[in-house]
């Protein structure tokens, strides 16, 4: 998709940042302690009119198709800026400029893979309280690779798709997200593994990789809810 970034940036009259921008969001800061279970301040910037709106929307609607085929990078940003689309501020439209800043920054990215055994693997993920209402984001890396073998590494190729989103229910706890991240990510690959077996792919039982050991313990009926 060479030469797909320069056009979105030239349709918004987006120059190139003095200062080079290599981030594509900006991150709540990190809590520690009792802090940590605090939701993120509601935003309360003055609200944008019509017309800077509807730019809004161009922005998110020219981004997804490329963040989606070619630099997942942009999800977790372009999600946050969606999910306020709708009814954006001020806030949103500097997250949308930072988005751009990005994008003209590292205009080229691409996705290489490598020769696998074309069995389904995902890796599923979610960060608590990081988003605004008490709400949670999750994420699943998918990717062709083999079936993962005790002790040794995980043979890791280009993602075939990648899933971002922001929970719509609170959660209590980090377990609970990392729990709901396995079911969104589950109902995502079931779709995936369908299309695998249709195009001559059998696929075994798919590993899920999780970091959060009670998560995984409740998915597999080894620990007590």
């Known amino acids: 998709m060479s030469g797909y970034v320069a056009k979105v940036l030239q349709r918004f009259k987006h120059d190139k940042p003095r200062k080079p921008q290599h981030s594509p969001y900006q991150p709540q800061p990190r809590k520690f302690g009792a802090a940590s279970q605090d939701p993120i301040d509601e935003d309360g910037s003055p609200k944008l009119d019509d017309k800077r709106v509807t730019r809004i929307q161009q922005i998110v609607g020219s981004i997804l198709y490329y963040a989606r085929a070619i ?3 942009n999800l977790p940003g372009l999600s946050g800026i969606a999910s306020e689309q709708a009814d954006a501020r001020e806030s949103t439209e500097e997250r949308a400029e930072q988005l751009l800043d990005y994008l003209a920054t590292h205009p080229e990215a691409v996705v290489q893979y490598y020769a696998s055994n074309m069995i389904l693997n995902i890796h599923s993920d ?39 989103g922001i929970l719509k229910f609170v959660v209590a706890s980090a377990a609970e997200a990392e729990l709901g991240a396995l079911f969104l990510n589950c109902k ?5 593994r369908l299309i ?3 195009l ?7 590993p899920m990789h999780c970091d959060n050991k009670t ?11």
Do not use: M, W
């Open 71 to 73: 630099d997942h990078t």
């Open 126 to 164: 979610a960060s608590y309280l990081s988003e605004t209402r008490a709400r949670s984001r999750v994420a699943g890396y998918y990717f062709l690779g083999s079936k993962p073998k005790h002790g040794k590494p995980i043979q890791l190729n280009g993602a075939i798709f990648t899933f971002c």
């Open 188 to 192: 995502e690959g079931k779709i995936v």
């Open 196 to 198: 695998l077996e249709e």
């Open 200 to 206: 001559g792919h059998k696929q075994p039982s798919t």
């Open 215 to 225: 998560a995984t313990g409740i998915a597999t009926d080894t620990v007590k809810k």
